[in-house]
């Protein structure tokens, strides 16, 4: 599903991914963690094409990313921060997103399950961060795509929205779908994740699950241990 390959990458004098290595098979929930800093956003930017390292080689589906665009309309993107124009409606950029993505979408079982009904009329530029959130989520979801990346997705959401984001990720995941995530919120991170990468300084210090974590850092709490996994990598 997606093969990293020494992977470097350079903004100026700063090194932000140093020789980066990961092959996710596909099916599963991964999270992408680390402080800020880490590589994180780089090394996620690198899968999509948005950012092209300065050496090494990524492939995803089986395809090398680099002058290749094409691979992109398999993945669904979540990205932390879903700059729209805000005079645009909701439902004009539903369909100006489904336009762009020319396939069959859920879009009104998800409008329906975020309670969005009463917004589809309201210019973007109105709405709260919490239900900007939910619009962005129903664009990410509402396509069939094998790969999801999904940064910060809980971001603003109620509690309400927050069960129905879980709930849908694990759906996604039942049907053999590969999901990354990054998120701060370790809560969600230990309920959904099936594995654990976890970036420190542009290098991968751990992948494992969390019992593995727990048992490396000899905690018995997912936090603690996210936090002395940290403290281990800063003083190795």
């Given at each position: 599903?997606?093969?990293?390959?020494?992977?470097?990458?350079?903004?100026?004098?700063?090194?932000?991914?140093?020789?980066?290595?990961?092959?996710?098979?596909?099916?599963?929930?991964?999270?992408?963690?680390?402080?800020?800093?880490?590589?994180?956003?780089?090394?996620?930017?690198?899968?999509?094409?948005?950012?092209?390292?300065n050496k090494g080689i990524i492939k995803v589906l089986e395809k090398p990313v680099k002058n290749n665009w094409k691979y992109r309309q398999e993945i669904s993107y979540l990205p932390q921060i879903a700059d729209f124009p805000g005079n645009l409606r909701v439902k004009e950029l539903i369909r100006m997103i489904q336009d762009l993505r020319q396939k069959?979408?859920?879009?009104?079982?998800?409008?329906?399950?975020?309670?969005?009904?009463?917004f589809l009329d309201k210019k973007l530029a109105t709405l709260s961060g919490g239900t900007k959130q939910k619009v962005n989520i129903v664009l990410t979801l509402m396509?069939?795509?094998?790969l999801l990346i999904l940064d910060e997705p809980t971001t603003g959401l109620d509690p309400a929205a927050l069960i129905c984001i879980k709930k849908l990720i694990r759906e996604e995941k039942e049907?053999?779908?590969?999901?990354?995530?990054?998120?701060?919120?370790?809560?969600?991170?230990?309920?959904?994740?099936?594995e654990i990468v976890y970036l420190l300084e542009g290098k991968i210090y751990f992948r494992g699950n969390i019992e593995q974590l727990k048992a490396m850092t000899r905690q018995t709490d997912f936090e603690h241990a996210i936090a002395a996994i940290s403290n281990q990598a800063v003083n190795a």
């Open positions: 599903m997606i093969s990293i390959e020494n992977i470097h990458k350079k903004f100026g004098k700063n090194l932000v991914l140093k020789g980066v290595d990961l092959n996710i098979e596909g099916g599963g929930i991964f999270a992408i963690l680390g402080p800020n800093g880490s590589g994180k956003t780089t090394l996620i930017k690198s899968i999509l094409g948005m950012v092209i390292p069959p979408s859920d879009m009104v079982k998800l409008v329906g399950l975020f309670g969005l009904e009463p396509f069939d795509s094998p049907k053999g779908k590969t999901i990354l995530i990054t998120s701060h919120i370790m809560q969600f991170v230990e309920e959904m994740a099936d």
